[in-house]
DNA sequence: GTCTATATTCCGATAGAC
DNA sequence: GTCTATCGGAATATAGAC
C-alpha cells in the first residue's frame, strides 16, 4: 500500500521544476531554485536526473502534450458536426487555461527558442482529421491551417497577451477570468463566422 | 557632415543588443555575446551603458513601443470606418511582423516574466478612441477587449505559434509568408464578422 | 574611447560522509 | 537516498594602461 499523502522526492523535484521552468524559463531557472522549492537538496536533483537540460526536457515534454495534445481527440471525433468541434476545442482549452495561465507562453517561447527539439509530424494527422474533412466540405477555399491560425488565435492569445494587457491597465485578475468565461460560448459562433467568409 | 556608412559604437552595441535580446530573451543573453556580435569588446558595453539591465531596458523599451505603437494612430482616425481600420492594422501588422517575426513572442514573454515593468494607462487611450465609438455603436453588447483580444489574436498570433507550426511539419517559411499575405484581406472580413455575431 | 586583465559573484555538477 | 562541502567554469562588472 503506498502512501498517499507525501510525494516521493523524484515527483517532488519534477513538481517543482514544473513551477519555476514554467514561470521563469529555462535560462531563467537556477537548479537552486528548484531544489530550494521542492523543498530537497541541490545535489538530489543532480542524482534523480543527470542535468538541468534532462529535467527540462522530461518538463517541457509534458507541456508540449498538455498545450497540444487536447487537439487530436477533437479532430478525430466523428460523432460532433463542426460547430459541435469549436466548442469542444473553447470549453477544453478554456477550462485547461484557466488552471495553467503561463503554459503557452512558456511552451511557444522555449520552442522558438530551440531548447526542445522534437519532431513529431502533425502534417498528416490533421490532413487526415475528420475536422479537416468538415471544413473542406464546408469551406473548401480556405487553408486549413490558415483556419487553425485563426481558431487557436481566438483560443489561445488572450492568455498570451493577458501579462501585457494587464501592466496597460486594460484588464484585471477577475474581469480576464469572466471573459474567458464568456468566450466560451463566443468562439464557435466566431469560428463558425470566419469559416462561411 | 555625419558619416552615414557607419554607426556609432554606441548605437552598433544597442542594435547588435536588439538582435540577441530578442533571439535569446534576456536570462539567455550573455553580455560577452552581444560585443561579440557588435563587434566591440565587452568593457565598452558597460562604459556605455551601466549594466546588462539598463541596456535591456533601452531595448525592451523600443521594442514595446514597436509591438503596441501600431495601434492609437489607427485607433484614432477618424477619417476611416471600422472596415478600413481593420485593414489599417492587418496591413501595419503583417508588414512590421513579416520583418520583425519574432518580436511578438519576446515582448509578451518577457512582460510575463516581469523583467520590465512599465506603467502605460492605456484604458483611457482605448475607451476615448474612435475605434471605441464605432465598435459600440455596430454592436453595444460586445466588450471592447474581449474584441480586441480576439482582433490582436487574428493578427499576431501566427506570428507566435510559427515555431511551433514549423517544428510539427504544418508550415514552411515560404508557406507561412503566402498565408500572411493572403491573411491582410481575411482579416477585415473575419473582424467585421466577429464583430456582428 | 578602447582595450587587456582581473575581481567577484553565481551556477551546474560532483565527491564523499552518513 | 540524502546530505554538506566544494570544484570548476561561466558571467557580470570594473580597474587601469594606452
Redesign the interface.
Known sequence: MKKLKEASTEEKIKEAARRVFT??????TRTRDIAQEAGINLALLNYYFRSKQKLFEEVMLEKVIKL?GLLSPVFYNSDSNLEEKFEEIANLYIDMLLENP?LP?F???E???GHF???????EM?TNSVLADQIKKQNPDI?P??F???L???V???F??K???R?????TET?FTK?MQ??RR?IP??AT??L??
Chains 1, 2 share one sequence.
Not at 527539439?117 to 502534417?123: D, S, T, W, Y
Not at 501592466?167 to 484588464?171: I, M, N, P, R, S
Open positions: 514561470e521563469k524559463g529555462y535560462s531563467g497540444f503561463t507562453t511552451v511557444l517561447s520552442l522558438a527558442k527539439a522534437i519532431e513529431i509530424p502533425l502534417k490533421i487553408d491551417i490558415q487553425l491560425f485563426s487557436l488565435g481566438l489561445v492569445f488572450p498570451i497577451g501579462p501585457a494587457f501592466q496597460f491597465g486594460l484588464t474581469d471573459l464568456a468566450r463566443l459562433v466566431w463566422a470566419i462561411h467568409s
